[in-house]
């Protein structure tokens, strides 16, 4: 049985923007850095919150992320940019390049920013919610490190390569699908890892296409390229795993091409036998629905086909019908009230980390 250990959402937002200072990061930059990962937490997603805070830890201490943002504009025309990251703190380039999309789609109608050589990012639903608070739609799409097999293959050479897109409606929430485009995600395994659970579905292959539930052991394995996670549909065409792999292709494409960017293996962190930068991709698009209809309409319909379908007839009448957003926007006040929950394994990072860096906010 999982111990409860539970954070208050204030204070765990002011430790890691603690760390993310003491590691050099700007008071600035650190506070969007952190405020990205408490979205998460209250969003009840948990592998891309205060759980990955160690990851950040280790790349900035290892030379893999450049801790003072840096970003160069290479192109800037109209509705169109293009940056380099230069390596920097991802949530950072991703929020500024997201806010100039929506600042050119005030004037254009349309705005996009494509990125290179960039560094994880966290959720990438966070970036279309900017354009939410605009009266606008927005997506944002990200290429990630190789984990994933091409239907038909078992090396793992894309990442999971998620999309998240977000609607305004007249509804208390707007619509926002943000998911990877394979089965799981490498950083849900991780949390099964820390809960010493194994993985409960078919959804994990080693290089003889035999199902892998040790989370442990997947790790390891994806590591050495003996593993790879399965796009969604799963194993080969049945059930609809080349859907999934296109969906991924259609991410690598955004995020690598129209920067001149990295893609693919290019992306593994590891050149020459060595770690290095991960370079990886992002594309940020806004809508400004004002310049195709009226805001007011627009939100009815979304609304309309948002309430529809959660009238439609259900198999069971305990059974409640969602759409795209409405789950993790109702968990964010229970986990103000609660707190973020972790386990025991992250708690042992967490002391690692306010132990190393003699932080002054305590959270344990």
């Not at 990295?262 to 370079?279: A, C, E, P, R, V």
């Not at 103000?336 to 042992?348: D, E």
Request: hydrophobic share 40%.
């Amino acid at each position: 049985m999982e111990n409860n250990i539970f954070l208050q959402v204030e204070k765990t937002y002011q430790f890691m923007k603690d760390v993310f200072i003491e590691l050099g990061i700007s008071e600035e930059d650190a506070g969007i850095c952190a405020d990205v990962l408490i979205a998460s937490d209250l969003r009840g997603i948990k592998s891309h919150g205060i759980g990955r805070l160690k990851m950040y830890y280790d790349r900035i201490k290892a030379g893999l992320i450049n801790p003072k943002t840096d970003i160069e504009i290479i192109k800037d025309k109209k509705s169109v940019a293009v940056w380099d990251g230069k390596h920097s703190m991802g949530h950072v380039v991703a929020k500024k390049a997201m806010q100039t999309a929506i600042d050119k789609a005030q004037k254009y109608g349309l705005g996009s920013v494509a990125v290179r050589n960039s560094t994880h990012f966290g959720i990438a639903g966070y970036y279309p919610l900017m354009a939410i608070q605009n009266n606008m739609i927005g997506m944002a799409v990200t290429n990630a490190r190789p984990s994933v097999a091409p239907t038909f293959s078992y090396e793992p050479i894309f990442g999971t390569n998620p999309i998240a897109f977000s609607a305004p409606s007249d509804m208390e929430f707007p619509f926002l699908f943000d998911a990877a485009t394979s089965i799981i995600q490498r950083g849900k395994v991780e949390v099964y890892n820390r809960k010493k659970v194994d993985i409960p579905g078919e959804w994990i292959i080693d290089n003889n296409g035999d199902f892998l539930k040790n989370p442990g052991e997947i790790i390891k394995k994806l590591l050495n390229k003996n593993a790879a996670l399965l796009p969604i549909g799963g194993l080969g065409e049945t059930d609809g795993g080349h859907k999934g792999y296109g969906l991924a292709i259609l991410v690598e494409i955004l995020s690598a091409a129209l920067q001149n960017g990295s893609y693919l293996d290019d992306l593994s962190g590891i050149k020459d036998g060595k770690n290095t930068y991960h370079q990886l991709g992002h594309f940020f698009l806004a809508i400004n629905i004002d310049f195709y209809t009226d805001i007011d309409d627009f939100k009815k319909i979304v609304g309309n086909i948002m309430r529809k379908l959660k009238n439609s007839k259900k198999l069971s009448k305990e059974q409640e019908i969602f759409v795209a957003g409405e789950k993790e926007f109702y968990k964010g006040p229970e986990i103000k009230k609660s707190g973020i929950q972790i386990n025991p394994g992250l708690q042992q990072n967490l002391k690692i980390i306010q132990d190393e860096l003699k932080i002054k906010t305590k959270i344990l």
